[in-house]
């Protein structure tokens, strides 16, 4: 059975509007992010700020320079140390971030550099750790660095399918580090895969795509999308008292 405090839902929100409707429902966390179609970009100041003061729950701000791989240049570290105090400086609760070398291996000075920046804040490894060529490998070396928690799907195109994985980093994670289940996940398994696992935390978005881009063309844009998240907190609430 589920302990009452667990677990944590945290939803990925790139809007205002967004970010009020997921904590409307019962989000406990938000992860603030532009360009989730792309797998999520660093918010500008204006969002950042503008979220933190429309919500009471913990704001984590994706820093990400730019989509595609997780191999960065060095120019490219210093405006995410960069963007790491400006998130900070504006009231983010924690960051996300994560750099792998051209092996598929953590890149340990990046990594440990902007760790050092974002202090004290926590820093979550986001699901560049579902492309490291050797995840438990990783797993020790963000434990560190001292990253407090890891998103990711257990390296399979949804956490349920990724279960065996999750519950191996769970083990392996103990005390030292949190893994924060993300990929596809819904009110239909998100309980079983809480039990099964050990997960203390699950991370969905709660947006999605508009095919129309409105009347200038501009798209494609995105919205509020309650019912994903209203069912995953369901389901859990269920089974958890608050």
């Known amino acids: 059975m589920l302990t ?14 967004a970010a009020l409707v997921a904590t409307a429902l019962g989000a406990d966390r938000l992860e603030l992010c532009v ?5 999520g970009l660093t918010p500008s100041p204006g969002l950042i700020e503008t979220v933190r003061a429309a919500v009471a729950v913990p704001v984590f701000v994706m820093i990400r320079v730019r989509a595609g791989d997780f191999v960065y240049a ?4 210093d405006a995410m140390a960069r963007d790491i105090e400006v998130a900070k400086g504006l009231g983010a609760d924690g960051v996300v971030v994560g750099v792998l070398d051209r092996a598929g291996a953590v890149d340990r000075d990046a990594m440990t550099r902007l760790v050092e920046r974002a202090a004290p804040l926590p820093v979550t490894f986001h699901r560049a750790f579902d492309v490291a060529s050797h995840p438990l490998r990783a ?6 660095i001292g990253v407090r928690r890891v998103l990711t799907s257990g390296g399979a195109a949804t956490a349920d399918q990724g279960r065996a994985a999750l519950a191996r980093y769970v083990k392996r994670a103990g005390a030292h580090l949190t893994i924060l289940a993300g990929g596809g996940i819904s009110g239909d398994h998100v309980v079983s895969l809480v ?5 203390r935390e699950v991370h969905l978005a709660g947006i ?3 095919a129309d881009s409105g009347p200038f063309g501009f798209g494609p844009t995105s919205a509020p999308n309650p019912a994903r998240v209203r069912r995953v907190i369901d389901a859990l609430r269920a089974v958890r008292p608050d």
């Open 4 to 17: 009452p405090a667990e677990p944590l839902v945290e939803v990925a929100v790139d809007s205002v509007a």
């Open 35 to 39: 360009a989730l179609e792309s797998g």
């Open 74 to 77: 060095p120019a490219e570290v």
């Open 139 to 144: 797993l020790e070396q963000l434990i560190e």
């Open 195 to 199: 039990e099964k696992t050990g997960v």
């Open 208 to 210: 999605h795509p508009i």
